[in-house]
């Protein structure tokens, strides 16, 4: 997403209210350990169930000129694990920002990178043997005059709350869409309420208006958000890893 801009050593994050596709998605639950429906912002007020649903990442294909141009640092640089060249974007701006701030110190970021790079090959959670998706044996079944086979699916979802903060993130494994295997996907879930208006107008008890965005603003207490989602991605994968610490070298040397 978008930074809309900085100061005063805090970011604000724009974040779209009426979309229902891609990665933002305002959803309904009554707890945060509930599955999530999507919901018509332009047709039901919010509420206190109002959550945001945010496939966050931490880069940009530098080869995707209208995504870059949503980056506040287009000029830096690393090659991904794809190959691919990038840029930082999204968390590895925030954490880049937090770094120049003094928020977060080096020190903190080679003892992340220490962590990350002590990592086995079966540490990671896709190959984790606990984190695999079970299928059960199929079994027949009739279903008016029609014969089908039944199989049981099951993904594993784990869900990691940060402190204090009614701020979760969600990994979920489920099959590669264009390769064989697994992959984890994170999510990042909050509260409707951590949003400010540009219009300084509460969100609660009224519906979203045409192409509206809310602001999510980041600072100091949002420290260690920021560095345990950047943790949490260097263990999802080995290309995860290899990515994260690039990216925590060109944050480094920044």
Not at 192 to 201: M, V
Not at 222 to 248: P, R, T, W
Request: hydrophobic share 35%; proline share 3%; charged share 25%.
């Amino acid at each position: 997403m978008r930074i809309e801009r900085l100061g005063n050593n805090k970011i604000y994050v724009e974040i779209p209210l009426t979309t229902q596709s891609g990665k933002i998605r305002v959803k309904i639950r009554n707890s945060f350990y509930e599955y999530g429906i999507p919901t018509a912002t332009r047709q039901i007020p919010f509420s206190q169930k109002h959550y945001i649903e945010w496939q966050i990442g931490y880069d940009v294909d530098k080869g995707d000129k209208e995504k870059l141009a949503l980056s506040t640092l287009q000029n830096t640089h690393f090659v991904g694990a794809n190959k691919k060249n990038k840029a930082l974007y999204e968390l590895s701006e925030y954490l880049y920002y937090f770094v120049q701030w003094g928020i977060i110190n080096k020190t903190e970021i080679e003892n992340l990178c220490t962590f990350l790079q002590k990592l086995k090959n079966d540490d990671f959670i896709d190959s984790r043997e606990d984190l695999q998706i079970f299928r059960s044996y199929p079994k027949q079944k009739q279903i008016l005059d029609m014969e089908f086979y039944v199989s049981e699916v099951k993904y594993p979802l784990l869900v990691h709350k940060f402190g204090n903060f009614d701020v979760l993130v969600e990994i979920i494994i489920k099959e590669k869409q264009r390769a064989i295997g697994a992959q984890p996907m994170l999510y990042v879930c909050f509260p409707i309420t951590e949003l400010e208006s540009k219009n300084d107008i509460t969100f609660l008890g009224r519906v979203a208006r045409t192409k509206e965005c809310g602001l999510l603003s980041l600072n100091a207490s949002h420290k260690a958000f920021v560095l345990e989602c950047f943790k949490i991605f260097g263990i999802l994968s080995k290309n995860h890893n290899y990515d994260v610490l690039e990216i925590l070298k060109v944050i480094k040397d920044g």
